[in-house]
């Protein structure tokens, strides 16, 4: 669930049309569109790009040397790449796009996003979850196929915030600040690293959702499924680019589950795990209120005498005493344990505490509460996210 993710991942689409520099053309707003969205997910800045469609070459391309060491090349002649990136790579073995910035960075980081909003406004969608997914990958969350070729590509797409399998084929500087890049994918590499990826996500699947009832129907049970859901998400989105390669090495995209499939499966497990909160020192019940809706927003049931899983929460509020008469202080303490009464672990500590004042005691003390009970449903959500993501098998 780191990644509950939704980590924890996915795109894609068909071609676009041929590319134009103009920032007015459909295709541009298309990649200015993705390289939003790739920023919304890791930051940055707005470089401009342009998109040719699907497909692309250049007999040397075959050959290029990693990405990350492709020579700039400055010529006072601009090459046609810079415009139509198929009038250097041939579409029938490249996918291929373009952009331009101030720095090569920035032409690189438009050229990928250019590249990504070729595939359509499906995968420039999913590309939050494509990255949560790759970063899973890289973190060894989730555990892939054992082909150093799709290590590599993975690794790579991390650092270059890129696609994966895509690469950049060549970088003009035109001075003037303004350097321009085409960035590639070659299509039978692609195909290969793909369905590699893909047999090897439906065997990761395979292996989070394989264990006992006792297992399945507890915290890690559904962590385990929403990782499922995760991965899943990513290989259908892998599998619809890999359908464009025209090859998709005997697997059949449509068959693929979705991460919903899974998802409402986990849903199902959250019903068989009622959270038991007890707290001490509540008033009107505000402070178990706050507790329980957390746990409700994400699915868990309260109550049950015989619980698995316990939440015990200890309310201290007091009155704080300060040289100023003017107003009366109220400071609230609260500590949560959540417990699991298999052998009385802690799984999850949770301590918040602060102060409210007003003119008189029994208001101030109403304001500490009303805090204490923002501050539950603003931060427990979060820590509880956290810890379930926390879960996932390393």
């Known amino acids: 669930m780191a990644l ?6 996915f795109f894609w689409g068909c071609a676009g049309s041929p590319m134009a520099a103009s920032p007015d053309d459909e295709a541009a707003v298309a990649a200015a569109t993705a390289l939003a969205v790739m920023d919304g997910a890791q930051g940055g800045g707005g470089p401009s790009a342009a998109v040719s469609p699907v497909n692309a070459t250049n007999s040397s391309a075959a050959t290029l040397s990693d990405p990350s060491t492709t020579p700039s090349v400055s010529s006072s002649v601009q090459p046609g790449w810079t415009r139509n990136p198929y009038t250097a790579y041939d579409r029938n073995i490249y996918f291929a796009a373009t952009g331009h910035g101030k720095n090569r960075r920035e032409a690189e980081r438009a050229a990928f996003a250019a590249l990504t909003a070729s595939f359509g406004q499906s995968i420039q969608a ?101 990782l499922a859901a995760v991965i899943a998400d990513a290989t259908r989105a892998y599998a619809n680019i890999l359908s464009l390669t025209g090859n ?6 449509g068959s693929l589950k979705n991460g919903d499939d899974y998802r409402l499966l986990a849903v199902t497990i959250t019903k068989t795990i009622p959270i038991t909160v007890i707290v001490t020192n509540d008033r009107s019940d505000r402070i ?70 007003h003119a008189n005691l029994p208001e101030a003390e109403k304001r500490a509460v009303a805090a204490a009970e923002k501050k539950i449903k603003d931060n427990y959500g979060q820590l509880l996210f956290a810890y379930l993501s926390a879960l996932l098998p390393k």
């Open 126 to 226: 999913d590309f939050n979850i494509m990255s949560t997914y790759t970063e899973a990958v890289s973190r060894g969350v989730v555990q892939v196929s054992q082909n150093a070729a799709v290590q590599e590509a993975i690794k790579t797409s991390v650092a270059l915030d890129a696609l994966i399998g895509a690469e950049i084929g060549d970088v003009w500087d035109g001075g003037k600040n303004i350097v321009y890049a085409a960035a590639i994918m070659n299509k039978a590499k692609t195909a290969i690293l793909y369905a590699d990826m893909i047999r090897s996500n439906q065997q990761t699947i395979t292996n989070l959702i394989t264990m006992s009832n006792a297992e399945k129907n507890s915290l890690d049970g559904y962590s385990r499924y929403q």
């Open 4 to 9: 509950i993710l939704s980590f924890i991942s």
């Open 288 to 357: 178990r209120s706050a507790f329980v809706s957390v746990f409700g927003a994400i699915g868990f049931r309260s109550g049950g005498n015989n619980s698995r899983y316990v939440l015990k929460v200890t309310v201290n509020l007091s009155e704080a005493v300060f040289p100023d008469k003017t107003f009366k202080h109220a400071q609230y303490e609260i500590d949560a344990n959540l417990t699991d009464t298999t052998d009385g672990t802690v799984l999850l500590p949770f301590n918040i505490n602060g102060r409210e004042g």
């Open 248 to 253: 998709t090495a005997g697997i059949e995209p």
